[in-house]
C-alpha cells in the first residue's frame, strides 16, 4: 500500500472514530431526557423542555407527536413544540403515507418537502418546512402507537447519522406514553370501581327508601306535637338548609329525615344514613370520606365514601355526638367549603350534599366538656327541630300501634286479630321509655305471644325500670298489674337466651345504645354485631 493509499485509509478511520464520537456524545447529551420525563403523567406538560434537550442534538424548528387512531384512518397531532402556526388536532391520513401505517418502517428523510407536489398541500408544506427526520413510536418495540416528526425551515439539514439520536428520544418518549396508557387505566378502573360502588350504595339506598315508604318508618301521627314537628320539616324542607334533630332515642329522627328528604327538591337523589355511634374512630372517617387504593393496609381499591354517595341528595348523620374530633374537624370543612378529600388522596372533591343531623345528647354540655366542636355544632344548628317523646304524644300511641301490627302481620303466619281495649288501656298508661321504637318491639312480641288471637294484657310485656331513675320522665299511671302465671320459663336456646337479656338492657337503657353495651359487658360494636344478629337493628 502507497503513502496516499495508507494516508486515505487513516482519514477514513479517524472520519469514522469523530462520527462515532460525534454519536456518542450526542447520545450523551440526552440523559437529561430521563430526569426531564420520569414520573410524567402526561408528555405534554413537559414536551417544550423535550424539544429543547433534542434541539441540542438534532437540530429543528418544530417537533412533534402524532398519534395513529385506532380506526388507523387518522393521527392525532399529540404534543407539539417550536414554531408559531398550529396545525389541525386530527389529520386524515393520505394515501402515499398508508405505507407508514400499514407496513415496517424505519425511518423516513425528506430533503426538501416543497420540491413533492404532494407534501406541499400537507399542513408542514403549506407552513413553509422543508426537511423532515420522522421515527416511529412503538410500545413495548412492536407495536406501532405513532411517530415522532421533526421539521426544519431549511432543506437537506438530516442526515442518516442523525437517526439514531431521533430513535433514541423516540424510545424515551414511548416509555413515558406506556407509563402514561398505564396510569389512565389505573384511573379509569378506579372510576369504574367508584362508580359500581356508587351504584350499589343507590341500589341499596333505593331499597332502604323503599323499605321507609312501605314500612315501619312511615310518618305516622295525629298528636298536635307530632304535627306540629311535620310542620318545621315541611317548611325547611323545600330549602337547601342544614337541620339538626334532637330527641330521645327512638322518637323517629330517621323518619322526619327521609320526611324531609321526600319533601325537598333532592328527593329524586340518594338518602344515605350514617350511625356514627355504629363505627370506630377510623372506619368512621373512611367510610365517611372514602379512600384511595393504597391509603392503608388492605385498600386495595379506591372506594367512594357516603359523601359521594349521596351526591345530589341527602346524607343524615345520626348520633352526630359521638363522631370523633378528628372527624369533626374533617366534616366542618364539608359544612364550610363544601369541599373534602379522601383518606390517602390528594384531590379536591365537592360535596353536593344536604346534611341533616341527629342526635339524643346535650350538645352543649359535649362542648363543655370538650368533646363536640363548637363551630361544628353552630354549623349543623341552623334549623332546629325538637322531637316529643312518645309519652308526651299519647294521642299517637294507638294510631301507631295500628300500623305496626299491620307490617307486624306481613311477617308473620298467624298475625294478631286485632287489640283488647284492656291491652289498649296498658299502652296508654305505660311511660314509653323506649319511645316508638320500644312500642314497636313490644307489639311484635305480643303478637307472638298471642299465635293469632286478640292481645290482651297478659301479652303486653313493659320494661319495669323505675320511672324515678330518669327524672326527664315524668311519673305517670303504670300498667295495670299483670295476673301471675308462674315463674319465667328458663330456656336452654342460648341464642334466645342472648337475644332477651339484650332486649332487656336496651329497655333499662331507655334504648341507649352505650349504656346497654356497658350493661352487658359488651364493646358498642360488639352490640352492634348482636343487634343485627338477632334482627333488633
Same mark, same amino acid.
Given at each position: 500500500?502507497?503513502?496516499?493509499?495508507?494516508?486515505?485509509?487513516?482519514?477514513?478511520?479517524?472520519?469514522?472514530?469523530?462520527?462515532?464520537?460525534?454519536?456518542? #456524545?450526542?447520545?450523551?447529551?440526552?440523559?437529561?431526557?430521563?430526569?426531564?420525563?420520569?414520573?410524567?403523567?402526561?408528555?405534554?406538560?413537559?414536551?417544550?423542555?423535550?424539544?429543547?434537550?433534542?434541539?441540542?442534538?438534532?437540530?429543528?424548528?418544530?417537533?412533534?407527536?402524532?398519534?395513529?387512531?385506532?380506526?388507523?384512518?387518522?393521527?392525532?397531532?399529540?404534543?407539539? +413544540?417550536?414554531?408559531?402556526?398550529?396545525?389541525?388536532?386530527?389529520?386524515?391520513?393520505?394515501?402515499?403515507?398508508?405505507?407508514?401505517?400499514?407496513?415496517?418502517?424505519?425511518?423516513?428523510?425528506?430533503?426538501?418537502?416543497?420540491?413533492?407536489?404532494?407534501?406541499?398541500?400537507?399542513?408542514?408544506?403549506?407552513?413553509?418546512?422543508?426537511?423532515?427526520?420522522?421515527?416511529?413510536?412503538?410500545?413495548?418495540?412492536?407495536?406501532?402507537?405513532?411517530?415522532?416528526?421533526?421539521?426544519?425551515?431549511?432543506?437537506?439539514?438530516?442526515?442518516?447519522?442523525?437517526?439514531?439520536?431521533?430513535?433514541?428520544?423516540?424510545?424515551?418518549?414511548?416509555? +413515558?406514553?406506556?407509563?402514561?396508557?398505564?396510569?389512565?387505566?389505573?384511573?379509569?378502573?378506579?372510576?369504574?370501581?367508584?362508580?359500581?360502588?356508587?351504584?350499589?350504595?343507590?341500589?341499596? +339506598?333505593?331499597?332502604?327508601?323503599?323499605?321507609?315508604?312501605?314500612?315501619?318508618?312511615?310518618?305516622?301521627?295525629?298528636?298536635?306535637?307530632?304535627?306540629?314537628?311535620?310542620?318545621?320539616?315541611?317548611?325547611?324542607?323545600?330549602?337547601?338548609?342544614?337541620?339538626?334533630?334532637?330527641?330521645?332515642?327512638?322518637?323517629?329522627?330517621?323518619?322526619?329525615?327521609?320526611?324531609?328528604?321526600?319533601?325537598?327538591?333532592?328527593?329524586?337523589?340518594?338518602?344515605? !344514613?350514617?350511625?356514627?355511634? +355504629?363505627?370506630?374512630?377510623?372506619?368512621?372517617?373512611?367510610?365517611?370520606?372514602?379512600?384511595?387504593?393504597?391509603?392503608?393496609?388492605?385498600?386495595?381499591?379506591?372506594?367512594?365514601?357516603?359523601?359521594?354517595?349521596?351526591? =345530589?341528595?341527602?346524607?343524615?348523620?345520626?348520633?352526630?355526638?359521638?363522631?370523633?374530633?378528628?372527624?369533626?374537624?374533617?366534616?366542618?370543612?364539608?359544612?364550610?367549603?363544601?369541599?373534602?378529600?379522601?383518606?390517602? =388522596?390528594?384531590?379536591? %372533591?365537592?360535596?353536593?350534599?344536604?346534611?341533616?343531623?341527629?342526635?339524643?345528647?346535650?350538645?352543649?354540655?359535649?362542648?363543655?366538656?370538650?368533646?363536640? #366542636?363548637?363551630?361544628?355544632?353552630? #354549623?349543623?344548628?341552623?334549623?332546629?327541630?325538637?322531637?316529643?317523646? %312518645?309519652?308526651?304524644?299519647?294521642?299517637?300511641?294507638?294510631?301507631?300501634?295500628?300500623?305496626?301490627?299491620?307490617?307486624?302481620?306481613?311477617?308473620?303466619?298467624?298475625?294478631?286479630?286485632?287489640?283488647?281495649?284492656?291491652?289498649?288501656?296498658?299502652?296508654?298508661?305505660?311511660?314509653?321509655?323506649?319511645?316508638?321504637?320500644?312500642?314497636?318491639?313490644?307489639?311484635?312480641?305480643?303478637?307472638?305471644?298471642?299465635?293469632?288471637?286478640?292481645?290482651?294484657?297478659?301479652?303486653?310485656?313493659?320494661?319495669? %325500670?323505675?320511672?324515678?331513675?330518669?327524672?326527664?320522665?315524668?311519673?305517670?299511671?303504670?300498667?295495670?298489674?299483670?295476673?301471675?302465671?308462674?315463674?319465667?320459663?328458663?330456656?336452654?336456646?342460648?341464642?334466645?337466651?342472648?337475644?332477651?337479656?339484650?332486649?332487656?338492657?336496651?329497655?333499662?337503657?331507655?334504648?341507649?345504645?352505650?349504656? !346497654?353495651?356497658?350493661?352487658?359487658?359488651?364493646?358498642?360494636?360488639?352490640?352492634?354485631?348482636?343487634?343485627?344478629?338477632?334482627?333488633?337493628?
Amino acid at each position: 500500500m502507497d503513502d496516499s493509499s495508507l494516508r486515505a485509509t487513516v482519514e477514513r478511520l479517524q472520519q469514522e472514530l469523530q462520527a462515532e464520537l460525534d454519536t456518542r #456524545r450526542r447520545l450523551e447529551a440526552l440523559d437529561e431526557l430521563l430526569p426531564t420525563l420520569a414520573g410524567v403523567l402526561d408528555v405534554r406538560d413537559v414536551f417544550e423542555r423535550v424539544s429543547g434537550i433534542a434541539a441540542k442534538v438534532i437540530p429543528h424548528d418544530l417537533v412533534s407527536v402524532v398519534l395513529v387512531t385506532e380506526d388507523k384512518n387518522s393521527i392525532v397531532i399529540y404534543a407539539i +413544540a417550536g414554531g408559531t402556526i398550529r396545525f389541525p388536532e386530527t389529520v386524515p391520513i393520505r394515501d402515499h403515507h398508508r405505507p407508514l401505517v400499514t407496513s415496517p418502517w424505519e425511518f423516513l428523510i425528506q430533503g426538501d418537502i416543497q420540491a413533492d407536489p404532494v407534501e406541499r398541500e400537507t399542513p408542514p408544506g403549506r407552513a413553509g418546512y422543508r426537511a423532515r427526520l420522522l421515527v416511529p413510536i412503538r410500545f413495548h418495540g412492536r407495536e406501532l402507537a405513532g411517530a415522532m416528526d421533526f421539521l426544519s425551515l431549511r432543506p437537506d439539514v438530516y442526515r442518516p447519522t442523525d437517526v439514531l439520536i431521533a430513535r433514541r428520544i423516540a424510545d424515551h418518549v414511548a416509555l +413515558a406514553l406506556s407509563h402514561q396508557q398505564l396510569a389512565e387505566e389505573a384511573r379509569r378502573a378506579d372510576q369504574a370501581q367508584a362508580k359500581a360502588g356508587a351504584l350499589e350504595a343507590r341500589v341499596d +339506598a333505593l331499597a332502604t327508601e323503599l323499605n321507609a315508604v312501605t314500612g315501619y318508618r312511615r310518618v305516622v301521627g295525629q298528636s298536635q306535637r307530632w304535627k306540629r314537628v311535620l310542620k318545621q320539616a315541611t317548611q325547611v324542607g323545600a330549602t337547601d338548609t342544614t337541620v339538626m334533630l334532637l330527641g330521645e332515642s327512638g322518637t323517629g329522627k330517621e323518619v322526619v329525615a327521609r320526611f324531609i328528604h321526600r319533601a325537598s327538591a333532592r328527593s329524586g337523589g340518594p338518602f344515605v !344514613a350514617l350511625n356514627c355511634a +355504629a363505627l370506630p374512630e377510623p372506619l368512621l372517617e373512611s367510610e365517611l370520606f372514602g379512600f384511595e387504593r393504597g391509603a392503608f393496609t388492605g385498600a386495595m381499591q379506591a372506594k367512594p365514601g357516603q359523601i359521594e354517595q349521596a351526591a =345530589g341528595g341527602v346524607l343524615f348523620l345520626d348520633e352526630v355526638a359521638e363522631m370523633s374530633p378528628s372527624a369533626q374537624a374533617k366534616f366542618l370543612r364539608v359544612l364550610q367549603e363544601r369541599e373534602f378529600q379522601r383518606l390517602g =388522596g390528594t384531590r379536591t %372533591l365537592k360535596a353536593d350534599v344536604r346534611v341533616l343531623a341527629a342526635t339524643n345528647r346535650d350538645l352543649r354540655t359535649a362542648m363543655g366538656r370538650g368533646t363536640f #366542636r363548637e363551630d361544628l355544632y353552630y #354549623r349543623l344548628q341552623v334549623f332546629e327541630i325538637r322531637l316529643p317523646p %312518645l309519652r308526651e304524644r299519647p294521642d299517637d300511641i294507638l294510631p301507631l300501634s295500628e300500623v305496626f301490627l299491620k307490617d307486624i302481620a306481613r311477617s308473620h303466619g298467624r298475625p294478631p286479630a286485632g287489640i283488647s281495649n284492656e291491652a289498649k288501656e296498658g299502652l296508654l298508661a305505660y311511660h314509653w321509655p323506649g319511645n316508638v321504637r320500644e312500642l314497636r318491639n313490644t307489639l311484635e312480641r305480643a303478637a307472638i305471644l298471642c299465635e293469632g288471637g286478640l292481645i290482651t294484657g297478659e301479652h303486653l310485656m313493659f320494661s319495669t %325500670l323505675s320511672t324515678s331513675e330518669n327524672p326527664a320522665i315524668a311519673p305517670i299511671v303504670t300498667a295495670p298489674a299483670l295476673p301471675d302465671t308462674g315463674p319465667e320459663p328458663v330456656t336452654t336456646d342460648l341464642r334466645s337466651a342472648e337475644k332477651v337479656a339484650i332486649q332487656r338492657a336496651l329497655e333499662q337503657a331507655r334504648y341507649n345504645k352505650s349504656v !346497654a353495651a356497658r350493661a352487658l359487658g359488651l364493646s358498642r360494636k360488639q352490640l352492634y354485631v348482636r343487634l343485627k344478629q338477632h334482627g333488633l337493628d
